[in-house]
Nanobody, 126 residues
Framework: QVQLVESGGGLVQAGDSLRLSCAAS????????MGWFRQAPGKEREFVSA??????????DYIDSVKGRFTISRDNAKKTVYLQMNSLKPEDTAVYYC?????????????????WGQGTQVTVSS
């Protein structure tokens, strides 16, 4: 089993930054693809970003609305994935979920990720 625990959410103003962290425990995760989804009130859950086990610019993906503002990274030794969120906007307000998949490629489809965290709330005020 894999457990994912998110942290770093909070209430910020538009233009501020936050860094989300996701600590993983359980099975070896160094080869897992990991990522983030989010769900705003009254909206469907949507893909935010993902990163393969090797990381790097060529092994990440982002939803268009966060490109240039969010950066995903991982530290395999710490079994942790991060989401640096800059220039936050009110429309970024949502519960952010950490996900993990044994697949080797990033995917924007929620069904590709077997493991999900409980979520952390991010609220951006205007």
């Amino acid at each position: 089993q894999v457990q994912l625990v998110e942290s770093g959410g909070g209430l910020v103003q538009a233009g501020d930054s936050l860094r989300l962290s996701c600590a993983a425990s359980g099975r070896t995760l160094s080869t897992y693809t990991m990522g983030w989804f989010r769900q705003a009130p009254g909206k469907e859950r949507e893909f935010v970003s993902a990163i393969t086990w090797s990381g790097g610019a060529g092994n990440t993906d982002y939803i268009d609305s966060v490109k240039g503002r969010f950066t995903i990274s991982r530290d395999n030794a710490k079994k942790t994935v991060y989401l640096q969120m800059n220039s936050l906007k009110p429309e970024d307000t949502a519960v952010y979920y950490c996900v993990a998949s044994a697949g080797l490629r990033v995917s924007s489809q929620p069904q590709a990720y077997r493991y999900w965290g409980q979520g952390t709330q991010v609220t951006v005020s205007s």
